[in-house]
């Protein structure tokens, strides 16, 4: 079993649609999470940082269950901006190391 | 504040040249890394470093070689090229874990795509 595995993708919704992707991983020692995003051949840049069972930021709500070792992002009324590859990041007991998903792609069509 | 900085953007080898990747950040982070990602496999942990003298290996070390003489700069030394090398490759940094101080993500380099011929 891979240490995180995301859905693969990719997701094509219409704009104002609501979409959630999963993510789960391995080590049960993990404490915090993070969701980057990465538009295509550009650098992943930090969408959102989860440390508890949950974090909201406008449009974006993660959420963390580690009971069951799982993290989702939903995304609320998709905009065509939010096209992109969504990496799902664990720390596997330390932050000096990220292990990241193979990442999921979304479209947002008009 | 530049940030992450790497260069070059874009290089061609051909198989058994060796080069540096540069990798330079302004902004005093402890932690800095070299992820190397290819098509479906995501990112892949090549080195890290918890600050400047100290490095260690990640997933996938073979083939690269690095050093961190001060806090800004962590180049990735690649020995021998091989085709398969070819990929991209992204620098990342970040604060380090001392204190009470929170453990944001890593702030990654606009990367350095490589093709190993």
């Known amino acids: 079993r891979k240490e995180v595995e995301q859905d693969p993708g990719p997701f094509n919704v219409p704009e104002g649609a609501t979409v959630a992707f999963n993510c789960t991983y391995s080590?049960?020692?993990?404490?915090?999470f993070f969701w980057y995003r990465q538009d295509c051949r550009k650098e992943p840049k930090l969408l959102m940082s989860?440390?508890?069972s949950g974090n909201e930021d406008g449009r974006f709500t993660a959420q963390l269950n580690r009971a069951s070792q799982y993290i989702s992002l939903l995304i609320r009324d998709s905009k065509l901006s939010d096209s992109a590859t969504y990496l799902c990041?664990?720390?596997?007991?330390?932050?000096?190391?990220?292990?990241f998903g193979a990442g999921t792609r979304l479209a947002v069509h008009p | 504040n530049a940030g992450v900085t790497q260069t070059p953007k874009f290089q061609v080898l051909k198989t058994g040249q060796s080069m540096t990747l540069q990798c330079a950040q302004d902004?005093?982070?402890?932690?800095m890394s070299w992820y190397r990602q290819d098509p479906g496999m995501g990112l892949r942990l090549i080195h890290y470093?918890?600050?400047?003298?100290?490095?260690d290996q990640g997933e996938v070390p073979n083939g690269y070689n690095v050093s961190r003489s001060t806090t800004e700069d962590f180049p990735l030394r690649l020995l021998s090229a091989a085709p398969s090398q070819t990929s991209v490759y992204f620098c990342?940094?970040?604060?380090?874990?001392?204190?009470?101080?929170?453990?944001?993500?890593?702030?990654f380099g606009s990367g350095t795509r490589l093709t190993v011929v």
């Open positions: 990342a940094s970040k604060l380090g874990e001392s204190g009470r101080r929170r453990s944001y993500g890593y702030t």
């Open positions: 902004m005093n982070h402890e932690y």
């Open positions: 989860v440390y508890s």
């Open positions: 990041v664990v720390p596997p007991g330390g932050y000096n190391k990220l292990i």
């Open positions: 470093s918890v600050g400047a003298g100290i490095t």
């Open positions: 080590n049960s020692a993990s404490q915090s």
